[in-house]
């Protein structure tokens, strides 16, 4: 969980940085820029959802009904939906072109969300990962957005607190990260079982639900919750991890899944004990191949080469948490509970700091997401048969 902590952005943004910035944007893009989403409080307490463009055009800012988490971008229709934090109940439908709430989805009876979701290649489903707190069972509830987003089933994520899930390069698999950890909503947020956690990155048919793989960390890792993940420009995952283990031990917090094992990534020793096992969010950049990894705990976005699988460098951000692909290959607009907004390429390590309209009183909560580009050329990853449970 993030702070709310009140500080000033980073930096002084002159105008004609910023005014470069939006030119490299339109360059690349043909227009000021894309859009980006977040959700933030503001300093009353009060919720809300914001698009903004990098150039600081403010598109939209709307209240939710209680903290917002991720979202999910249905580009087909310009619409966006937005994620209740766990264990909220409601996700919100929005339009971002016109900078309005279309309507409100409500988890049934004896489920609620985990703040992520994903769109179909058709963009006429949603998925949305769930829990069906009675049994503990991690759920993928599925919704017709053609028809209102009624529900229209679920399938089973095959494992223990299900939390972002992806679409594959081929259209056809959703990669469910399954953080382990279980809850209950009359227990709030509190971890119920973390003795006895497993992890596990699994993918599961569109179509049917079935178990078409699953990968797991060796064993005495197995307190290491799998939690966030995005694609890297050949299919593989990049994945960022939170530890519920001893204060002590000294754990990775990134890896790389190619569909036949998981591959994990280790910074040096200070920046490692400073991650404070947590990753709050992962993006990859345009060119598909650079890794952010935040750790809001410890003021730190780090960096990696996905190519090489390893550590390239961090930059500062008190309370960092949100992450998304900048204009260029190696950039990344970074989001703080401060209310910072900053660009950063990662390996220069240079930071520019913008200053979005009306937001320089928000505190962002944990993810920033960009509107959909074409994505680099994907080739889908081998998936490995069902490991035994």
């Not at 000021?32 to 809300?48: I, K, N, S, T």
């Not at 290959?329 to 989001?335: G, K, M, N, S, V």
Request: include cysteine; glycine fraction near 12%.
């Amino acid at each position: 969980m993030i702070h709310v902590d009140r500080r000033a952005l980073l930096g002084a943004a002159g105008g004609g940085l910023l005014a470069s910035l939006a030119l490299r944007w339109a360059e690349v893009r043909g227009d000021a820029g894309p859009l980006y989403v977040a959700c933030h409080a503001d300093p009353e307490g009060r919720h809300f959802v914001a698009g903004f463009q990098t150039d600081g055009q403010l598109r939209f800012d709307l209240a939710l009904p209680d903290r917002g988490h991720a979202m999910a971008f249905r580009e087909r229709a310009a619409e966006v939906v937005v994620f209740a934090r766990r264990p909220g109940r409601f996700a919100v439908v929005i339009d971002y072109e016109e900078g309005v709430a279309l309507r409100r989805i409500d988890a049934p009876e004896g489920r609620h969300f985990y703040g992520h979701g994903a769109f179909s290649p058709d963009g006429r489903t949603l998925f949305a990962t769930e829990n069906d707190y009675a049994s503990g069972d991690g759920m993928v509830g599925i919704y017709d957005a053609t028809d209102g987003y009624r529900r229209i089933g679920e399938h089973r994520s095959h494992g223990i607190g299900p939390h972002e899930l992806v679409l594959m390069p081929d259209g056809r698999t959703l990669a469910v990260a399954n953080g382990g950890i279980r809850t209950h909503p009359d227990h709030d947020r509190a971890k119920l079982n973390l003795d006895t956690m497993t992890p596990s990155l699994v993918f599961t048919d569109l179509a049917d639900g079935g178990l078409q793989g699953e990968l797991r960390l060796p064993e005495p890792l197995h307190q290491l919750s799998i939690r966030h993940l995005a694609l890297l420009a050949d299919g593989r995952i990049a994945i960022a991890m939170q530890y519920e283990g001893g204060k002590r031990d000294r754990v990775p917090l990134v890896a790389i899944a190619d569909g036949r094992g998981i591959a994990t990534l280790s910074a040096p020793e200070p920046v490692q004990r400073r991650m404070r096992h947590y990753g709050g969010s992962v993006a990859v950049d345009p060119s598909g191949r650079m890794i952010a990894v935040s750790a809001p705990r410890g003021g730190l976005v780090t960096f990696w080469d996905g190519v090489e699988r390893r550590y390239v460098g961090a930059a500062d951000l008190e309370d960092g948490c949100g992450v998304a692909p900048g204009g260029q290959a190696d950039r990344f607009l970074l989001t703080s509970g401060g209310g910072d907004v900053v660009e950063a390429d990662a390996r220069s390590g240079e930071t520019i700091a913008l200053r979005p309209q009306r937001l320089d009183q928000a505190s962002f909560d944990n993810h920033l997401r960009v509107t959909p580009t074409p994505e680099p050329s994907s080739k889908p990853i081998v998936i490995s048969s069902p490991q035994p449970r």
